[in-house]
Nanobody, 115 residues
């Protein structure tokens, strides 16, 4: 079983930065693919960024050049560095882990960007 715990969300002014963290339990983190999703009120959950077990990354067009996803396998943690935040980045951010055709989700962390 895998348990994911996100942290680092909060309230920030437009143009500011936040760093989200997602700590995973279990012994298979090193071979898992990880991702960050977000869901704004009234909208569908969308992929923000992903990182494979070989550290290949992918980003939504809306965050390219502003967000960076990274992982530390020794700490079993994935990060999302968010810079130049915009009000439209306001959402609940969810950590996602995929391994052996199974998907796990964290509980989410709120990010609010004020204008």
């Amino acid at each position: 079983q895998v348990h994911l715990v996100e942290s680092g969300g909060g309230l920030v002014q437009a143009g500011g930065s936040l760093r989200l963290s997602c700590a995973a339990s279990g012994s298979s983190f090193r071979i898992a693919d990880m991702a960050w999703y977000r869901q704004a009120p009234g909208k569908q959950r969308e992929l923000v960024a992903s990182i494979t077990n070989s550290a290949s990354t992918n980003y939504a067009d809306s965050v390219k050049g502003r967000f960076t996803i990274s992982r530390d396998n020794t700490k079993k943690t994935v990060y999302l560095q968010m810079n130049s935040l915009k009000p439209e980045d306001t959402a609940v951010y969810y950590c996602n882990l995929n391994i052996m055709m199974r998907t796990y989700w964290g509980q989410g962390t709120q990010v609010t960007v004020s204008s």
